[in-house]
């Protein structure tokens, strides 16, 4: 499961979870898609809104930006 696939599992929209992290709904879309770099900072913001550890922010995160990659595999 990546960081989308978990937002979508919880039914939150990406406008929802961005403002309650206080960050653009362009900056969380890059963040799932792996477009951009996840910080600590980011990374223990994403683990206490979602209520679950780092370790596994940082795993959704890489196999986020692991999709991205293999969809390009295919193209």
Known sequence: MNL?????SKGLQRKFVAEHINISG???NDIEKGKVNLT???????????GI???????MYLEGKNSKNEAKCFS
């Not at 989308?4 to 979508?8: A, H, V």
């Not at 990374?43 to 206490?48: A, F, G, R, T, Y």
Request: aromatic share 12%; glycine share 4%; proline share 0%.
């Open 40 to 50: 600590d900072k980011m990374c223990k913001k994403l683990s206490k809104f979602y």
């Open 53 to 59: 550890g780092e370790d596994e922010i940082k795993l």
């Open 4 to 8: 989308r696939e978990l937002r979508y």
């Open 26 to 28: 362009k900056h969380l």
